[in-house]
């Protein structure tokens, strides 16, 4: 299983990015996907996450800003980020619970990061 993340890139603030990460190998079900990002210094922490269902959870400082959502057809999750800040710049991770075969455990599994700069 791999999981391709892309879409990260230097913005000027409040401008838009719009990330993606695509599941791809032996997959049966894909449950949770979630975007989590580590700035310089700092620890990872999560930014967003989405059931298979479509229900969705946001880290507060991007509650209205940030928007999440998945292609179960195309085992691909979005993370759409608006009115961008400075202090959004990190790396972005993806992270999908992965189901290989039918009564198998969910696994988790990571994309490779993607850059996310925010210039002032």
């Known amino acids: 299983v791999q999981l391709q993340a892309s879409g990260g890139g230097l913005v000027q603030s409040g401008e838009s990015l719009r990330l993606s990460c695509a599941a791809s190998?032996?997959?049966?079900?894909?449950?949770?996907m979630a975007w989590y990002r580590q700035a310089p210094g700092k620890q990872r922490e999560l930014v967003a996450s989405?059931?298979?269902?479509?229900?969705?959870n946001f880290e507060d400082s991007v509650k209205g800003r940030f928007t999440i959502s998945r292609d179960n057809a195309k085992n691909t999750v979005y993370l759409q980020m608006n009115t961008l800040k400075p202090e959004d710049t990190a790396v972005y991770y993806c992270?999908?619970?992965?189901?290989?075969?039918?009564?198998?455990?969910?696994?988790?599994?990571w994309g490779q990061g993607t850059l996310v700069t925010v210039s002032s």
């Open positions: 190998g032996s997959i049966f079900s894909i449950g949770v």
């Open positions: 989405i059931t298979s269902e479509g229900s969705s």
């Open positions: 992270n999908a619970r992965i189901q290989q075969y039918r009564g198998a455990y969910y696994i988790p599994y």
